[in-house]
């Protein structure tokens, strides 16, 4: 849980090549919440939406970087199979020992696509992949606003387009 649950999620099972698998996704009353696409970051509660195609082992993903450098990676390991959120570098870390960590889930590689849904809002980041067969919430402290998100890859992978669009409050005036 990771002291929070800040996107309401549908539950539901889907079939997969491997059998029938629990899936989690945002409910879709988020998108009433969705502006239009942007080109960059210019607020900190946003969705990501992106695919990679992968064709090697390594690690793939995005970094989400802010002014003083600080970042969060979101991604997947072809050689260990897993997704994963690192947050190692994320900004403020330092207030425990035991918060600096990559968490992350297992998910056998196929070929082909791997999709993602990234919601980032202040000081949390949920992952949802492969529609939503893996879900991941994480706290994340940044001392300053997100300014990129940029690709990288050691897998010979690439990134196919990303969507990205600001997520207006649930708060009335805000």
Excluded: C
Aim: aromatic letters at 10%.
């Amino acid at each position: 849980w990771r002291g929070q649950m800040t996107i309401p999620r549908e539950l539901g099972l889907k079939t997969f090549p491997e059998g029938i698998r629990l899936v989690q996704t945002p409910i879709q009353g988020l998108n009433t919440l969705r502006g239009k696409p942007a080109r960059s970051l210019k607020t900190r509660s946003f969705e990501i939406r992106g695919d990679i195609e992968f064709t090697a082992e390594g690690e793939t993903g995005w970094k989400l970087t802010a002014k003083d450098g600080s970042y969060t990676s979101v991604g997947y390991d072809a050689t260990k199979e897993q997704v994963f959120v690192d947050r190692t570098h994320s900004g403020l870390v330092a207030f425990s020992d035991r918060f600096p960590a990559r968490t992350s889930a297992p998910l056998p590689r196929r070929k082909g696509r791997l999709t993602f849904d990234i919601l980032v809002d202040r000081n949390s980041i949920e992952v949802f992949a492969d529609q939503g067969r893996v879900a991941l919430t994480n706290l994340i402290f940044p001392e300053a606003a997100p300014v990129s998100f940029d690709f990288y890859s050691t897998a010979g992978a690439t990134s196919l387009p990303i969507t990205i669009s600001p997520l207006k409050s649930i708060w009335s005036g805000k």
